[in-house]
């Protein structure tokens, strides 16, 4: 009886461990699906609530090519974009002898080339944005669409290989182009191209009245300063 009763007890212990065992198995398979649960839910609201519209100020290096009828030309370019109360650039482009840096402010613009000890300093004069390359411009019209201001171009979203295209449609036929938009008079479409991995550009065309791409930016590096 002995005997008996101590393997009675042994069985009993070892369900015991086992309930327990199984118990604190279960508990950390929970605690591990909620983390993964938690960080993919995190992942996903930062990925849904980007917005380019938010894209205020920022440091970009990238390639850019010129294509005309008669040739192509590529620069390395450098820039950077600051806007608050006022809009600030400063581009630097690159090539084999010079670095020639461009400063612009709301009331100044200061060219200096490197090599050449050259510094050419305007002040004093309002400054009319009629600048395609830098992606400000793309921005701030896209912006002026969503707040309804514009109404001669249109704005198509597209996904596809991990990545986002937002097009900007322009389109003047029987409107009256305000003053401010001129510059935009021979371009047909702009187009940005967002890396969905890591919610920067990486790509911005420029399209001629023809649907040809006259230029063609290739983003090396891009930082949001917002």
Not at 130 to 150: A, C, H, M, P, W
């Amino acid at each position: 009886m002995y005997v008996k009763g101590f393997k009675i007890g042994y069985d009993k212990s070892k369900r015991l461990w086992l309930i327990i065992l199984g118990a604190i198995t279960i508990a950390v398979f929970l605690i591990v699906m909620s983390f993964i649960l938690v960080y993919s839910n995190l992942n996903e609201k930062n990925i849904s609530s980007f917005d380019i519209k938010d894209i205020y100020s920022y440091k970009a290096s990238y390639k850019i090519n010129v294509k005309s009828n008669k040739n192509q030309n590529n620069y390395n370019v450098e820039e950077e974009y600051t806007k608050g109360d006022t809009e600030a650039f400063i581009f630097r482009i690159f090539n084999e002898n010079d670095v020639i840096t461009y400063t612009i402010d709301s009331n100044g613009l200061n060219i200096k080339s490197n090599n050449q000890s050259l510094e050419y300093t305007l002040s004093d004069y309002i400054i009319k944005k009629e600048n395609v390359i830098s992606l400000s411009t793309f921005l701030d019209l896209y912006r002026k669409f969503d707040l309804g201001q514009n109404d001669f171009f249109s704005i198509n979203i597209e996904e596809y290989d991990n990545k986002i295209s937002y097009k900007i449609n322009i389109d003047f036929k029987e409107k009256k182009i305000d003053d401010n938009y001129l510059f935009l008079e021979k371009i047909s479409k702009m187009e940005l191209i967002i890396n969905k991995e890591n919610n920067t550009p990486c790509e911005y065309i420029i399209y001629d009245t023809k649907g040809n791409a006259y230029i063609d930016i290739i983003y090396d590096k891009f930082c949001s300063l917002n």
